[in-house]
């Protein structure tokens, strides 16, 4: 019930993401680090809580600006904010802008402290805007984007936990791997682990997934 409830009159699933940090952040002080389900930690994460001590803002990795994103999402978000590039919360009396120079930050980690939770009511207000004018799945990353890095540029998590986003498919490989190695201790399944890094598992797709139209039909066939 809280979920459907979170997900608002849009139904929009990712607007949880920004439900449940604010549930978190009502309950508790301090700094935090947001994490997609598909994330791993490639190394301690230690630096990274003291710089968020010291009031940095993290996110996943840069993914430049919109308007150099040749994607086909981000190709639609053009398109939107080509048409419409000012928006209004409740929140604010001035009008927000935003347009194809946006900077675009991938947010699969979200780290910040307490200091910028007063933020989070304004992304919500602004997921819901985007997304009743255009229903594209990044609305609440953009949101996050907007907010977050109007205090300060945003580090990038990326050489800390890896983000696998583009291989949905190593869900398919992680149960397979855990209940073969159901019977196995932490240590003997640690030994194994390098087996199923998603990096390699995923080379194919993505390199594939960088071809032209016609080379990918060729493949095809």
């Not at 602004?126 to 799945?137: A, G, I, P």
């Not at 003997?188 to 139209?213: G, V």
Request: charged share 30%; with cysteine.
């Amino acid at each position: 019930e809280k979920i459907k409830l979170w997900k608002g009159k849009h139904n929009f699933v990712h607007r949880v993401k920004v439900k449940v940090i604010q549930d978190v952040v009502s309950k508790y002080e301090g700094n935090f680090l947001y994490l997609d389900s598909d994330t791993y930690f490639i190394k301690n994460c230690s630096e990274i809580f003291e710089n968020i001590n010291s009031n940095a803002i993290y996110f996943d990795k840069c993914e430049g600006k919109l308007i150099d994103n040749k994607g086909g999402i981000a190709r639609k978000m053009k398109a939107f904010l080509k048409n419409e590039s000012e928006f209004k919360i409740p929140s604010l009396n001035e009008s927000l802008k935003i347009d194809s120079d946006f900077t675009v930050w991938n947010a699969g980690v979200i780290g910040f402290n307490s200091s910028y939770s007063n933020q989070l009511i304004m992304v919500e207000e602004l997921v819901d805007e985007l997304y009743s004018k255009n229903q594209l799945f990044v609305m609440e990353q953009i949101s996050f984007n907007y907010f977050f890095q109007r205090k300060t540029k945003p580090h990038e998590s990326k050489n800390h936990i890896h983000h696998y986003w583009y291989f949905k498919e190593f869900r398919g490989v992680l149960s397979h791997f855990f209940e073969h190695n159901k019977s196995k201790s932490f240590e003997e399944m640690i030994e194994k682990i390098d087996k199923i890094n998603p990096e390699y598992l995923s080379s194919e797709k993505r390199a594939y997934k960088k071809m032209s139209f016609w080379k990918k039909q060729f493949h095809k066939i």
